[in-house]
């Protein structure tokens, strides 16, 4: 709690490879806090190797949740995940341990703390529309219409993300309204929280090298017959799981679209450019404090460590 006796919530959030989970684990054994994943992918059981899960043999006694919360053939969209995570993030405050967010799904962290508007049904006509556009011209053509009808969402929306594209999309057209314009007539579930929100920043050549050996990694640890399991035990190419980067790649690699070191290096650079556009949106983050250099180095932890206390101070 602040001395105003408002609960808290800390995020550590920001492009991918940036050391985030080390940041927070950190924060947990120093605040006696629990980890509170925010990330679209790992929710899903399976998904592992490519999201980088930390192992619980690496959490150094730090809970971790809404990881592993969904199979992966389930749909689990970010209405979802506010829920979800505002129910974790309450249990943890009743256990009187203090929650910490962690991860670089920026829709997921707006829809937890300003929530989410509604937005019209499904457009079924409208829909099959769309999906016949990606079929005959390419996904990239949806893109193309998204950055112009609502530029916020392409920063945050893959270009190859059909799903996606196509809500955005329909919002925008159904209400003439951009999906992202609706977000100020929302409400956070947790509105009731003061949120400390910590941004972790690298230098974009930092960040190249960093993602290059992750991705270098990933395929060492075994990514590719991870995706080979799922596709064999019936989950479809097509699932949400599936669509994210590293698996929607090797998905397309295990179907004859490219090989694999033509592979390694799109999902290297699809890497870089997601990393850039988690910054474009998080910047837009009116609250969020940046921490420059990895989330595991000490002089991190430390800036981390004083702005927490700070947020506390000022009540």
């Not at 995020?11 to 490879?17: D, R, V």
């Not at 910047?283 to 989330?295: A, N, S, V, Y």
Request: net charge positive; glycine share 8%; with cysteine.
């Amino acid at each position: 709690m602040t001395p105003a006796g408002r609960p808290r919530l800390v995020a550590i959030l920001g492009a991918t490879a940036a050391g985030k989970s080390a940041l927070g684990i950190a924060l947990g054994r120093h605040f006696g806090g629990e980890v509170v994943a925010c990330d679209s992918t790992a929710v899903f059981r399976g998904i592992d190797v490519g999201t980088d899960k930390v192992p619980p043999a690496e959490q150094r006694g730090v809970p971790h949740h809404l990881i592993d919360v969904a199979d992966p053939t389930e749909v689990y969209s970010a209405a979802r995940y506010a829920q979800d995570a505002a129910s974790v993030i309450r249990a943890i405050t009743a256990r009187g341990r203090l929650p910490i967010l962690v991860g670089g799904t920026g829709l997921y962290f707006r829809a937890l703390v300003r929530g989410l508007f509604p937005g019209p049904a499904r457009h079924e006509a409208l829909r099959t529309v769309l999906d016949r556009v990606a079929a005959e011209r390419g996904t990239g053509e949806l893109y193309r219409w998204v950055r112009r009808l609502d530029p916020e969402s392409a920063t945050r929306i893959q270009p190859r993300d059909t799903k996606r594209l196509v809500r955005a999309l329909e919002v925008a057209l159904v209400s003439g309204v951009p999906m992202t314009a609706h977000f100020a007539e929302t409400s956070s579930p947790i509105a009731d929280y003061d949120v400390v929100a910590i941004g972790v920043r690298l230098p974009s050549a930092e960040t190249a090298a960093r993602v290059a050996r992750r991705v270098e990694q990933q395929f060492d640890r075994g990514v590719v017959d991870e995706v080979r399991r799922l596709l064999a035990a019936g989950v479809p190419p097509t699932a949400q799981a599936l669509c994210g980067l590293v698996y929607r790649q090797i998905v397309e690699m295990l179907a004859g679209v490219r090989d694999e070191a033509a592979t390694r290096e799109l999902i290297v650079r699809e890497n870089r450019h997601y990393a850039r556009r988690q910054l474009i949106w998080f910047r837009k983050e009116p609250t969020l404090t940046w921490i420059d250099g990895p989330g595991e180095t000490p002089a991190a932890m430390a800036r981390a460590v004083e702005l927490v206390n700070g947020f506390a101070s000022h009540f």
